[in-house]
């Protein structure tokens, strides 16, 4: 069955230091998401991302955060100048249709970011 | 602010008997809701899904059912199994800018033999 992959599997940065976080979707999934947990918490919403454009994003999402689909299949979340509570889970997710399709969301495995 | 609630943080079931897990919610514009099942170390699977315009939906030895004037959905799972033994996320979605998935915080399912 198509997976969503996530790489690094963990990343482990200097706070103050950039880092790109990687996802290969499923191949002929349209619609692209980003979610975070911190450890203890919740799943939330960063970002969702169709026709190489943001979509929606939360007020999580703020200006240190980016997002790009570089080609044809990677889709990545640059982190500009992390803080120490950017350490979490970070799960990107994809579905074949939009988010108003009910079509669910399949997820990758996470890359668990440590700001130290 | 919770929208999506799951107020039991855990459930201990015998393998065999009914797993039930439960779910509310606050935002009336919640059309669609889903279950995603996480093991440690990976990713939330999805589960199973419904959809307002419906009260029940069943696949396998799931079955989701949803209760719209009390804004609550419970998942069922018979029998269970201990492969089972997962956190359980409810999340909903809907229109009108509640597009993407709001998560519960999870509820921490153990099937024991």
């Known amino acids: 069955e198509p997976e969503v992959t996530q790489t690094p599997s963990h990343q482990v940065t200097q706070m103050g230091q950039e880092v790109i976080l990687r996802c290969v979707p499923i191949?002929?999934?349209?619609?692209f998401y980003w979610y975070r947990q911190i450890l203890g918490q919740k799943v939330e919403f960063l970002v969702s991302f169709y026709n190489n454009e943001i979509s929606e994003k939360s007020e999580i999402f703020d200006d240190q955060f980016s997002v790009e689909r570089p080609d044809g299949s990677n889709f990545t979340l640059k982190i500009r100048s992390t803080k120490l509570e950017d350490s979490a889970m970070y799960f990107c997710?994809?579905?074949?249709?939009?988010?108003?399709?009910?079509?669910?969301?399949?997820f990758g495995d996470g890359t668990r970011l440590s700001i130290l | 602010d919770q929208q999506v609630k799951q107020n039991s943080p855990s459930l201990s079931v015998q393998e065999g008997r009914i797993s039930i897990l439960n779910c509310d919610y606050t935002n009336s514009m919640f059309d669609y809701f889903l279950w995603y099942k996480k093991y440690p170390a990976e990713g939330p699977t999805f589960l199973i899904s419904?959809?307002?315009?419906?009260d029940k939906n069943e696949d396998g030895r799931f079955t989701v059912f949803l209760n719209k004037s009390a804004k609550h959905l419970s998942l069922h799972i018979v029998p269970s199994q201990p492969g089972d033994s997962a956190v359980y996320f409810c999340?909903?979605?809907?229109?009108?800018?509640?597009?993407?998935?709001?998560f519960g915080k999870g509820t921490m399912l153990l099937v024991s033999p």
């Open positions: 419904i959809s307002s315009i419906k």
């Open positions: 997710a994809s579905s074949q249709q939009g988010p108003y399709s009910n079509q669910p969301q399949h």
């Open positions: 999340a909903a979605s809907g229109n009108s800018g509640y597009s993407t998935l709001t």
């Open positions: 191949s002929n999934h349209l619609y």
